[in-house]
């Protein structure tokens, strides 16, 4: 089973920072990885699918990158609304797609 | 659009079948999963069915008390869970995946279901 690993695991900033949020795989699983954002009493919605491919309708401050193990997720000027968990799932061998513990952003 | 129904409080051992209508897409070209999150924990992956019904795949904590299945008919998925454990307490979601085939993203969530195991 493919582990994925968060950090850190909570991330302290400002509105208009620069967030850098890390998913690790415990096995190459090339490019499949998706990142999530979910907000208090939501459903989660996906941002970025295949590692690097914004889902429809996500804000281009959204980008994410990485391959094989190391993936990253960056958000590069943090608006209010973006104060939310981030969650990594991985289809690169499954089952399980398997999710990361999340990672939450939260205004410092 | 995703509305799923049927959660509820239910005693350890009890069953449990949930639906989820969808509604605003061309439900039978796409795959479907269920996903879980306990209180005040992240995401877990619970089942997935391919969008003929014919390929389904489950996590190893539900894996023989979990059954998917579909209905293209009625635009519908159903979560039937058997042998019910305190363990399986979570709010349950139903999220459309961005293919036909098992093995997607999710790209369409539902708002979720609570299921509550306790005696």
């Known amino acids: 089973e493919v582990v994925l690993t968060q950090l850190p695991a909570t991330l302290s900033l400002s509105p208009g920072d620069r967030a850098t949020l890390s998913c690790r795989a415990s096995q190459n699983i090339n490019n499949f990885l998706a990142w999530y954002q979910q907000k208090p009493g939501q459903a989660p919605r996906l941002l970025i699918y295949?590692?690097?491919n914004r889902a429809t309708g996500i804000p281009a401050r959204f980008s994410g990158s990485g391959s094989g193990t190391d993936f990253t997720l960056t958000i590069t000027s943090l608006e209010p609304e973006d104060f939310a968990v981030y969650y990594c799932q991985q289809r690169g061998n499954w089952p399980p797609l398997s999710f990361g513990g999340g990672t939450k952003v939260e205004i410092k | 659009q995703l509305l799923e129904s049927g959660g509820g409080l239910v005693q350890p051992g009890g069953s449990l079948r949930l639906s989820c209508a969808a509604s605003?897409?061309?439900?039978?070209?796409?795959?479907m999963t269920w996903v879980r999150q306990a209180p005040g924990k992240g995401l877990e992956w619970v089942s997935v069915i391919s969008g003929s019904g014919d390929s389904t795949d489950y996590a190893d904590s539900v894996k023989g008390r979990f059954a998917i299945s579909r209905d293209n008919s009625k635009n519908t998925v159903y979560l039937q869970m058997n042998s019910l454990r305190v363990e399986d307490t979570a709010l349950y979601f139903c999220a459309k995946d961005r293919g036909y085939t098992s093995g997607w993203f999710s790209d369409l969530w539902g708002q979720g279901i609570l299921v509550s195991v306790s005696s």
């Open positions: 605003g897409f061309l439900f039978g070209r796409y795959a």
């Open positions: 295949d590692a690097s």
